[in-house]
Nanobody, 129 residues
Framework: QLQAFGGGLVQAGGSLRLSCEASGITLDSYSIGWFRQVSGKEREGVACISTDGGTTYYRDSVKGRFTISRDNAKNTVYLQMNNLKPDDAAVYYC????????????????????????WGQGTLVTVSS
């Protein structure tokens, strides 16, 4: 089971750190991604990190502002979001998959996004201008 935390209301230019905690699974066996969805739009990939933490991917609009990281000892993944913009407002979800390939193509291209191994519930991020 995955559970995401850390959403909230922040002014544009502010920061939030989202956490994705796992229970019942060991995250060090999984590639992990963060996705977001705005009502009425498709879910989109934001960032992902490989099983060993050595490779990351960010969508262009968040590069340089967001950082994904993992703490396997705490069985938690983080998404540090800095310089938030109104366009970043969405419900953010974490997801895991046992293969790096599946996670990275889902994050980059939405390929088989619904077939990822597990999803957490979302956490709402609101950015005021």
């Amino acid at each position: 089971q995955l559970q995401a935390f850390g959403g909230g209301l922040v002014q544009a230019g502010g920061s939030l750190r989202l956490s994705c905690e796992a229970s019942g699974i060991t995250l060090d066996s999984y590639s992990i991604g963060w996705f977001r969805q705005v009502s009425g739009k498709e879910r989109e990939g934001v960032a992902c990190i490989s099983t060993d933490g050595g490779t990351t991917y960010y969508r262009d609009s968040v590069k340089g502002r967001f950082t994904i990281s993992r703490d396997n000892a705490k069985n938690t993944v983080y998404l540090q979001m800095n310089n938030l913009k109104p366009d970043d407002a969405a419900v953010y979800y974490c997801a895991v998959d046992s293969t790096n390939h599946n996670m990275f193509i889902a994050t980059k291209h939405r390929t088989s996004i619904n077939a990822l191994d597990a999803w957490g519930q979302g956490t709402l991020v609101t950015v005021s201008s």
